[in-house]
């Protein structure tokens, strides 16, 4: 594939029309990983929606661009998308709050160390692994958890923070190219739920994913609100290629209705790790992407109203320092 062609600006097949003011038309997004992305399994994809679509009226794609790998490349999309995992995936457990120290400790049933408590980063060092080798690391699923929304895999005398980030990092390069969908849908998340487990038999049946595999492994689907956020800002774009952004998702008009600021919806997406206080065993730092799974604008706009605190998370903290926060908004 030449440079040129790597480089050129995005295609888009479908153009996004705005934001839906009804507050029950959730935008879903839906785009292929690098490693899978390919006529054969945008193809099963697409089939599966409109199999869906035959049956129901009530879903329908809003939203459709290929956007080439060196546009991404470039505007470092990806670094900005993952920002947060990337961040833990360098530091490790060294920034963990003392909240998600704590929650460590009540999964693992042992005292947090930071020396043992590693990014990703340093366990490629520490085992001379390549990216793809720790990315396919397998270990039982209790040696596996997610606290604030990163994940941390038990291996071997320590805790690796964020395993699949420098995989992530590697496959999206100039030479991959990434289809994009969105899909507005009135049933709920939920329904769209069902939809992505028929698209995972679909792949499975043909080949295109390994039996066992979760579909997040071919495929991304936005799993909550503000998920739609975060896809909104990287990959959502007008028919000239720029950036539409979030203030185009229809979440983001949602809360701007309900008297919330541009400047503090992006702060959501910007510090999506909260404290909350939801009773005396309910973990208190959560991040919104997982909190909110699964839910519709009212209901996840009752979770942005119960946030007590955004944590900032601007270096490496000191061992059990408390990191700054925020009130919220």
């Not at 397998?138 to 990163?150: C, H, K």
């Not at 702060?267 to 790790?273: A, C, N, R, T, Y």
Request: charged fraction near 20%; proline fraction near 6%.
């Amino acid at each position: 594939m030449s440079e040129a062609h790597r480089t050129h600006r995005p295609s888009i097949l479908v153009p996004y029309g705005g934001p839906d003011t009804d507050e029950n038309a959730l935008d879903v997004f839906v785009y292929l990983r690098p490693e899978t992305n390919g006529v054969a399994v945008e193809s099963t994809v697409m089939k599966v929606i409109k199999e869906c679509q035959v049956r129901s009226s009530e879903l329908q794609l809003v939203y459709m661009a290929n956007v080439p790998g060196g546009y991404i490349a470039s505007r470092r999309i990806v670094e900005r998308h993952y920002s947060l995992r990337l961040f833990f995936a360098v530091h490790g457990g060294s920034s963990f709050s003392p909240d998600m120290r704590e929650q460590f400790e009540a999964f693992y049933g042992t005292t947090f160390d930071d020396e043992k408590v590693i990014g990703a980063f340093d366990a490629l060092r520490r085992f001379q692994w390549e990216p793809e080798d720790l990315f396919g690391l397998w270990v039982d699923e209790q040696a596996v958890t997610r606290i604030a929304g990163q994940v941390i895999k038990q291996y071997q005398g320590v805790w690796v923070v964020n395993y699949d980030i420098p995989a992530l990092l590697h496959k999206n390069n100039a030479a991959t190219d990434i289809a994009v969908m969105a899909f507005r849908t009135r049933e709920g998340y939920p329904h769209f739920f069902e939809l992505a487990m028929q698209m995972k038999s679909a792949l499975v049946e043909r080949g295109l994913l390994r039996k066992g595999m979760p579909i997040a492994r071919a495929v991304h689907i936005s799993h909550s609100p503000f998920e739609q956020l975060l896809d909104a800002r990287d990959y959502l774009l007008t028919p000239d290629g720029s950036a539409a952004g979030m203030p185009s998702s229809s979440f983001a008009a949602f809360l701007m209705k309900n008297g919330f600021s541009m400047a503090d919806v992006e702060g959501l997406v910007e510090h999506p790790i909260c404290r909350f206080d939801f009773g005396v065993k309910a973990p208190k730092e959560q991040n919104l992407l997982d909190l909110c799974e699964g839910f519709g604008y009212q209901d996840a706009l009752h979770i942005i109203r119960r946030i007590q605190a955004q944590l900032l998370f601007p270096a490496a903290a000191t061992a059990g320092t408390p990191l700054p926060t925020v009130p919220f908004p």
